[in-house]
């Protein structure tokens, strides 16, 4: 059992604490001087790595009343060993569009968890939430009161729609082609009951990138990718081009050799763009930011099904509508969500990514339940499959005929 | 057009459901869902019709949302009993 004010022995954690980045251990030992809880986690952890095996049981309980989002219950399967971590529970916290905080309420938060729970945060988890690492069940429903009179609210977690999260958009980028916390916010707003009441197959992700840099990485991790995009010519500022030459911008091995779709042409003088094959991965807005911006007709790429690894493999997104113009109140987006959920919720099987069951029933079969025509930039790649035939090859010859 | 069956008879026909289920078989709210519109009948009986009766069940502590690889709605477990 830890000793209850002696911080335990951790030769193997040590290790970890190495090297002149930062160390996970080095903050836990830090707040262990002050947080019981937190020597018992290193005491468990230490026990973890001498044993090669996890001390975590996970599940079980997942809130608090009348939400099924927000806490995810650990339980340490040595609870006579170590008693400071018999419960660790995590809560995940709503995070502001952006995170966006003022030092007050990062304050409180701190304050609040230092009471409640084991001090320990992590800023940001990848769901994008404030995650509050280590408390106690008793803990649970106190926390979540005093974070509501803080104006926090819980984030989601299980089968439910996940927090949305959003890159810092317009606020600090302009490169934003639309308003990511804008929409993050309204986002958050109209699934409430999504968000607190798990009513799908497994989870749904929503992050909203503001420009086709994808600083969320949505692409690769969000059900429902909304990645800001444009249509109509690249603006060129070719005096500002020419004064990328003299600061020792090579244009040509820099700017135009690298471009993917190889739609750009540079004279010496001045920068054409064949804009018709543009990709538009911003690689030359990205190195020339004082003479390229987006084209002036702005708005966002939706694409479906990107997850990470957990049943099947890994999936990227892929486009479901190539340009939508998002403005208040996002009318056309949530008509298409909702089409979405519905489907997946009454089709989809149990841990059943949205992505997964469109490769289930065909993408075919998808569109059309949801009332959607396909389109050519729906296309990933060319079939590979020469045994497929159309509905109207196979119609039969009408019996005189054979006759 | 058929009537309407209330909240309270779609929130207490789910109870019954999760009840009889204990220890046995773990419900998705999903699941839920399909068994009311299928017993009350679609005319009868909406999807928002359950997911206001789901929400009275939580709220009132008569069932809670429990993670077991996936969410189910479940009688409130034992502290500590998760697998």
Known sequence: MADEKQ???TPNLDELERGPWPSFVREIKKAAEKSPMSRGLLGVLERSYTDKI???KHGGIVGVRGYGGGVIGRYSDLPEEFPEVAHFHTIRVNQPAGWFYTSDALRSICDLWERRGSGLTNL?????DIILLGTRTEELEPTFSELTQAGFDLGGSGSDIRTPSCCVGPARCEWACYDTLNLTYDLTMHYQDEI???AFPYKFKIKAAGCPNDCVASIARADLSIIGTWRGPIQVDQAAVKAYTKNGIDIQADVVDRCPS????WDGKALTIA????????HCINVMTKALRPGPERGAAILVGAKAPIVQGAMLSSVLVPFMKLEPPYTALKDL??????LWAEEGKSRERIGEFIQRVGLGNFLEAIGMEPRPEMVAHPRENPYVFYEEYLEEEPAEAKA | MAEAVTVEAVAEAMYQMVKDAAGVKKLKPTDLTKAMVE??????CSKDLCKEALRRLMDSGRCVYTYYGGSFVELPPQEGAAA
């Open chain 1, 7 to 9: 911080t335990p022995t």
């Open chain 1, 54 to 56: 996890g001390h975590w």
């Open chain 1, 124 to 128: 940001h988890g990848s769901t994008g």
């Open chain 1, 196 to 198: 607190h009441r798990p």
């Open chain 1, 262 to 265: 190889k739609c750009m042409a």
């Open chain 1, 275 to 282: 804009n018709e094959w543009c990709v538009k991965c911003m």
């Open chain 1, 337 to 342: 969500v909702g089409k979405m959920l519905e």
């Open chain 2, 39 to 44: 017993h009350f009948g679609s005319e009868r």
